[in-house]
């Protein structure tokens, strides 16, 4: 597989395209490709990053939504209970609105990003603290926002059921259909969705914790629980570590389109911290996956938006993650570290051309 990856990615990079530089004029941008296919292209940035003018104008010529990485959860927007600060995710919705980009709001509950006063609260309060946030946050954002990342990863990482975490342990696996309910009562106009890693690759894992998930989607589905997409984050690998083959995601895909929900890949980004240092081999797996995996979603009707975890090399949550051995910078996003196109690029262009 690997091979055929490198031929591919190495494909993609001789086409030209893939030749780091700026975008020549008139070259077509992720969002306008994935309009033509009725589609948004987006992407995850922050206001710290969005101070530098050359990225700024990269997401706003490239994208055509903007998630907050890091601005809307828990422990930035109510650091003390009952005191909600809603500055630093106003700001990116306003850099939206400026420019004409949807955004998304990611994300109500989950099990990081808490603040400690939430953390040790006994099961009443904690229902009577997850109402409270949840109404404020929603109806602030009342008819503002393109989703609403309502859950974000409740199924246990071995896929053996939810995961056990303190929303699971102190208020029961109810605590998500609550909190769809209560987002919903807070804006019946919100597309509520809940988000969720490690569904895309064609290993064991991954195929137990599709069946849970689906478990869970079609639990809710029958109680008529508010529920509109699921989220799959397409956080790949550039290597054996993680999903880098998608032949069993279609049938998945449609498994989700059968319960009638949307589909949205919420967090694309290729991990290439295994690979070899030098930039063309890695680049061109890169490139390969991105071309794999969008040839296994794109065709899937209830595919509505894809957004990137970032845009540009330069802004990577991995660097701090899962940094490389040989300390170098990874390069997991459409665009390399001077915000040029890259393999990568050319392989996204390439997969929303295809007919
Ligand atoms: O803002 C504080 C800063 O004041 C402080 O000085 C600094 C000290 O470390 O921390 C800063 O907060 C960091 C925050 O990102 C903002 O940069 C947190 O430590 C850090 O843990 C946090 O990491 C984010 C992580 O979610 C946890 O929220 C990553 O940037 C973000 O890319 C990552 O994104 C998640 C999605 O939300 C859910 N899916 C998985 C994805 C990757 O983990």
Redesign the pocket.
């Known amino acids: 597989m690997r091979r055929r990856q490198l031929i591919l990615g190495s494909l993609v990079a001789v086409l030209g395209w893939g030749v780091a530089r700026a975008l020549p004029p008139g070259t077509p941008t992720l969002q306008a490709l994935a309009a033509a296919r009725g589609l948004r292209w987006g992407a995850?940035v922050?206001n710290a990053q969005l101070q530098d003018p050359g990225f700024r104008n990269l997401v706003t010529t490239q994208a055509g939504l903007i998630v907050p990485?890091?601005e809307m959860?828990w422990d930035?927007l109510e650091a003390t209970p009952g005191r909600f600060d809603f500055s630093a995710p106003d700001r990116l919705l306003g850099f939206a609105r400026e420019h004409g980009l949807a955004m998304r709001g990611?994300?109500l509950v989950?099990h990081?990003?808490l603040p400690d006063w939430v953390q040790t609260l006994p099961a009443e309060e904690l229902d009577r603290a997850l109402a409270t946030y949840i109404s404020t946050v929603v109806g602030h954002y009342r008819g503002q926002l393109q989703s609403w990342d309502v859950v974000?990863?409740p199924i246990a990482d071995d896929g053996s059921g939810l995961r056990r975490d303190l929303w699971l342990e102190r208020l029961g696996p109810d605590y998500i259909a609550r909190a769809l309910t209560l987002a919903h009562r807070a804006d019946p106009g919100a597309v509520l969705v809940i988000?969720e890693?490690g569904l895309e690759g064609d290993d064991p894992k991954t195929a137990r914790k599709r069946q849970s998930f689906l478990t869970l989607l079609r639990d809710l589905r029958r109680r008529g629980v508010p529920l509109h997409a699921v989220g799959l984050?397409g956080?790949l690998y550039a290597n054996g570590s993680g999903p880098t083959t998608f032949a069993s995601l279609p049938a998945f895909l449609r498994d989700l389109a059968a319960l009638d929900l949307d589909i949205f890949v919420t967090?694309l980004d290729v991990n290439d911290r295994e690979l070899p240092a030098a930039i063309p081999e890695r680049d061109a797996r890169v490139a390969g996956v991105y071309a794999g995996f969008l040839a296994a979603v794109l065709p899937e009707p209830r595919l509505k938006l894809i957004t990137g975890?970032g845009l540009s090399d330069r802004f990577t949550?991995l660097n701090?993650?899962f940094p490389r051995a040989d300390g170098l910078p990874q390069r997991p996003l459409p665009f390399n570290n001077r915000d040029a196109t890259k393999p990568a690029t050319a392989a996204i262009q390439a997969a929303l051309l295809r007919k």
Request: hydrophobic content about 25%; charged content about 20%; aromatic content about 22%.
């Open positions: 995850a922050t990485e890091s959860k930035g990611h994300t989950w990081q990003q974000n990863e988000n890693y984050q956080h967090e975890w949550w701090q993650f």
